[in-house]
């Protein structure tokens, strides 16, 4: 079953705009880390930026920011002032140790183009 | 920087063939991984491992089978390639818990 929701298929935001990617997630465990990772067309996985489950603290990446509900179960990301390089899809992706080891569970993915 | 190698980026092979995919990384990664990623279904695990000679199964491990020979090296082998593995294949590894994955390039393999 599908723990890691993505709720937009696609998103497109004018450059210099700010743009918020939802994300919500399911889990019963109490120590576990959220991440948010860039997919341009090159198709380089890039990390964009990491959450502890354990921090209250929302995670800062220069532009890229996230807003950590923990109790909704919620980690959206934002992206301010949005250059024409932030195109790409943006997944979700979330780690707890499971069965499948430290391996990431990921939604299906938001695809942002970003307009001139 | 961590580095993760594919062998290609595009391999086109026929129904039947046996299929390998090598992934090197040069960190010294106690885990790697195998996902399969399609439009719309996002990344899929198919196998992982966490030490030498040590495989695990993930969620779609039909079809597939892995081998970590070396601790740098994941290979992903389709038996008898079917035109439904069809797909883009990422490589990631990985150290301990909660740090981040690095991924490969992908290989985009089709069968025909």
């Known amino acids: 079953a599908q723990t890691v929701t993505q709720s937009q298929p696609e998103m497109s935001v004018q450059e210099a705009e700010t743009v918020t990617l939802s994300c919500t997630y399911d889990?019963?465990?109490?120590?576990?880390?959220l991440f948010w990772y860039k997919q341009p067309p090159s198709r380089q996985m890039i990390l964009v930026i990491r959450?502890?489950?354990?921090?209250?603290q929302n995670a800062t990446e220069n532009r890229f920011s996230v807003n950590f509900q923990k109790a909704a179960k919620s980690f959206s990301l934002k992206i301010s002032d949005s250059q024409l390089g932030d195109t790409a899809m943006y997944f979700c992706a979330f780690m707890e140790n499971s069965n499948s080891g430290y391996a990431l569970n990921f939604g299906k993915g938001t695809s942002l183009l970003v307009t001139p | 920087d961590v580095k993760v190698t594919q062998s290609s980026r595009y391999l086109v092979k026929r129904t039947g063939e046996k299929v390998f995919l090598e992934c090197v990384q040069d960190?010294?990664?106690?885990?790697m991984f195998w996902y399969r990623q399609d439009p719309g279904l996002g990344l899929r695990l198919i196998y992982f491992s966490y030490d030498v000679k040590m495989k695990e199964k993930g969620d779609i491990p039909e079809g597939y089978s892995v081998s970590r020979e070396k601790k740098e090296r994941f290979s992903l082998i389709l038996e008898s390639a079917s035109t439904n593995q069809t797909s883009m294949y990422l490589c990631?590894?990985?150290?301990?818990?909660?740090?981040?994955?690095?991924f490969g390039d992908g290989t985009r393999l089709s069968i025909l």
């Open positions: 889990t019963s465990e109490s120590n576990y880390y």
């Open positions: 990631a590894s990985s150290s301990i818990f909660g740090q981040p994955q690095h």
């Open positions: 959450q502890e489950a354990y921090k209250q």
């Open positions: 960190m010294d990664h106690e885990n």
